[in-house]
Every structure is written in structure tokens, then in C-alpha cells.
């Protein structure tokens, strides 16, 4: 049984919008302490406050002046979040238009929350202000481009940690387009390297210089990322798990698990706990 909220990107009143806004008072509302799972990106700038968000089993604290992104697919759950205020900024994957924002936004390993240091939080502050004003104006008095424009210039501002570093490299940069595609079917860091035209050795050494590990240990990672969302979110036996992510069978998959994390994938299950 899913006991994940699967959640769909609405606008409200404005069907071309791709770029939507919410006060944490809204958030408060809408919010029952379940976990959700969205096709959109969640952008969560805070003002003041103290609170939590998890996301993929990692807590992250809402404090002043720092960030969450949590971006499509990735599990979360909002926590103690009775006295945060701020906004929060929901945007489908196509909505930033410079070449740099929409790499950023396509990565599938986001950074997931930082501090914005004193210096650069006027002009986030102000970005993010001249977003919230064009974003709630009338369907007819604008472009519906000035909000992604406006979005643009914040998650410029924001500037999320790595984000240059990881993005500038162009043989990580396909491989982990490839891992994000195909890592349900392929599992051989040879694959990814014949698919992209590379040695392996000069694959695995572009992934090391960014992540600090192997290309296999890359794709193990996001294997293990997504077994642990089968497993403590969706509920699958390791049988499931084994099916879904492309593993021979049940026994196959429980080693890879075991030898990755150290736990059984039925002892991970039991341990986790989806309120």
C-alpha cells in the first residue's frame, strides 16, 4: 500500500502559470504532517522561525534565511513548522529559461538546503519580492515569461551551493542525465560509458574529480536512494524491489542492499517509520 501523497502541479486560477507561490501560512493549511512525493519543484525560502523538513531521509532545519529545494520525486515531509514564515516557490522543470538555472534544475542531486549569507540576502530578498508581486498579478496584465524570467534571476541569487562546479563538468554532466534515465535497467558503469562514447577509466575519473567517488558507487548511491523510498514509503517486498529496479530477483537484490548499507532491506523497513 502507498502511504506517499502523490502530488500534481496545479496553478491555481492560471492554467499557463508555470511558477506558483505560498506563504507558509498557506503551507500551514494545506499541510496535515503526512509525506508526499511531488512532480514539481519546491523552492522554501524562510524568513524567521524554526521548524524541519525531511527529505529523503534526511532532516533539514527551517531557520532564518535559509533554503530547502526539494525537487521532483523526492520524498518529504514537513515538520514543527507552526511559527516559520517566509514563501515557498512551486515550479515545473521547464519553467527557469537561462541555459545555467534550467541545467541546475535538471540535475538530479540538487542540493537540498543552505544558509543565505547576510551579504547576498538583500538582493535574494528583493528577487524574490518582484517574483511574489508578478506572479499573483492578473492572467492578462503580463507575460506569463516574467515570472520564469523572475524565477531565473532567484535561483541565481540563491545561489545553491556546488551548483557551478557540478553543472561545468560535461562528461558528469551526460553521465548523470544517463544514471537519472536508465539506472532502473542499468547498474554497469561500462554501460553508461559505451552509451556516452568514453573509456571507462576517463568516465569514472570525470565522476571522482566531481562527487568525490566512482561511477559505480554513483550509481549504487542512487539505486540505494530509490530502493530506500520503495521500501519505507511505497511498502515493497524486496521481491518489488527487485522488479523495479531491474535486479534478477528478491535474493539478488537483498545482497546488493545488505552489502551497500549494511541492513536487510526488511530490517530498513521496519526501522523507518511514514507517519
Same mark, same amino acid.
Given at each position: 500500500?502507498?502511504?506517499i501523497?502523490?502530488?500534481?502541479?496545479?496553478?491555481?486560477?492560471?492554467?499557463?502559470?508555470?511558477?506558483?507561490?505560498?506563504?507558509?501560512d498557506?503551507?500551514?493549511?494545506?499541510?496535515?504532517?503526512?509525506?508526499?512525493?511531488?512532480?514539481?519543484?519546491?523552492?522554501?525560502?524562510v524568513?524567521?522561525g524554526?521548524?524541519?523538513?525531511?527529505?529523503?531521509?534526511?532532516?533539514?532545519?527551517?531557520?532564518?534565511?535559509?533554503?530547502?529545494?526539494? !525537487?521532483?520525486?523526492? *520524498?518529504?515531509?514537513?515538520?514543527?513548522? &507552526?511559527?516559520?514564515?517566509?514563501? /515557498? @516557490? %512551486?515550479?515545473?522543470?521547464?519553467?527557469?529559461?537561462?541555459h545555467?538555472?534550467?541545467?541546475?534544475?535538471?540535475?538530479?542531486?540538487?542540493?537540498?538546503?543552505?544558509?543565505?549569507?547576510?551579504?547576498?540576502?538583500?538582493?535574494?530578498?528583493?528577487a524574490?519580492?518582484?517574483?511574489?508581486?508578478?506572479?499573483?498579478?492578473?492572467?492578462?496584465?503580463?507575460?506569463?515569461?516574467?515570472?520564469?524570467?523572475?524565477?531565473?534571476?532567484?535561483?541565481?541569487?540563491?545561489r545553491?551551493?556546488?551548483?557551478?562546479?557540478?553543472?561545468?563538468?560535461?562528461?558528469?554532466?551526460?553521465?548523470?542525465?544517463?544514471?537519472?534515465?536508465?539506472?532502473?535497467?542499468?547498474?554497469?558503469?561500462?554501460?553508461?560509458?559505451?552509451?556516452?562514447?568514453?573509456?571507462?577509466?576517463?568516465?569514472?575519473? !570525470?565522476?571522482?574529480? *566531481?562527487?568525490?567517488?566512482?561511477?559505480? &558507487?554513483?550509481?549504487?548511491?542512487? /539505486? @540505494? %536512494?530509490?530502493?530506500?523510498?520503495?521500501?519505507?514509503?511505497?511498502?515493497?517486498?524486496?521481491?518489488?524491489?527487485?522488479?523495479?529496479?531491474?535486479?534478477?530477483?528478491?535474493?539478488?537484490?537483498?545482497?546488493?542492499?545488505?552489502?551497500?548499507?549494511g541492513?536487510?532491506?526488511?530490517?530498513w523497513?521496519?526501522?523507518?517509520?511514514?507517519?
Amino acid at each position: 500500500m502507498t502511504v506517499i501523497r502523490q502530488m500534481t502541479y496545479q496553478p491555481v486560477g492560471r492554467r499557463a502559470a508555470a511558477v506558483e507561490t505560498m506563504t507558509f501560512d498557506r503551507l500551514r493549511e494545506l499541510n496535515d504532517g503526512g509525506t508526499q512525493r511531488a512532480d514539481f519543484h519546491v523552492l522554501a525560502v524562510v524568513d524567521a522561525g524554526h521548524g524541519s523538513v525531511t527529505v529523503d531521509f534526511l532532516r533539514h532545519p527551517l531557520e532564518k534565511r535559509s533554503v530547502t529545494w526539494v !525537487a521532483p520525486g523526492a *520524498v518529504h515531509r514537513w515538520d514543527d513548522i &507552526a511559527d516559520v514564515t517566509g514563501h /515557498l @516557490v %512551486l515550479f515545473v522543470p521547464t519553467a527557469p529559461v537561462t541555459h545555467a538555472t534550467r541545467e541546475l534544475v535538471a540535475s538530479p542531486d540538487l542540493v537540498a538546503h543552505w544558509r543565505i549569507p547576510d551579504a547576498d540576502w538583500p538582493f535574494v530578498d528583493t528577487a524574490r519580492d518582484h517574483l511574489l508581486l508578478e506572479a499573483t498579478a492578473e492572467p492578462g496584465d503580463v507575460s506569463t515569461e516574467v515570472p520564469e524570467i523572475l524565477l531565473s534571476a532567484l535561483i541565481a541569487r540563491l545561489r545553491p551551493p556546488r551548483a557551478e562546479e557540478r553543472s561545468a563538468h560535461p562528461v558528469f554532466r551526460l553521465f548523470r542525465s544517463g544514471v537519472e534515465a536508465h539506472f532502473r535497467e542499468h547498474h554497469d558503469a561500462g554501460y553508461y560509458a559505451r552509451a556516452l562514447g568514453y573509456a571507462p577509466r576517463t568516465l569514472s575519473r !570525470a565522476v571522482q574529480q *566531481v562527487t568525490g567517488r566512482t561511477a559505480k &558507487a554513483y550509481i549504487v548511491d542512487r /539505486l @540505494v %536512494l530509490e530502493a530506500k523510498r520503495l521500501l519505507a514509503y511505497d511498502r515493497l517486498t524486496a521481491a518489488g524491489c527487485a522488479h523495479a529496479l531491474g535486479f534478477p530477483d528478491a535474493s539478488n537484490f537483498s545482497v546488493f542492499f545488505l552489502k551497500a548499507t549494511g541492513m536487510r532491506p526488511g530490517a530498513w523497513q521496519a526501522w523507518t517509520t511514514v507517519e
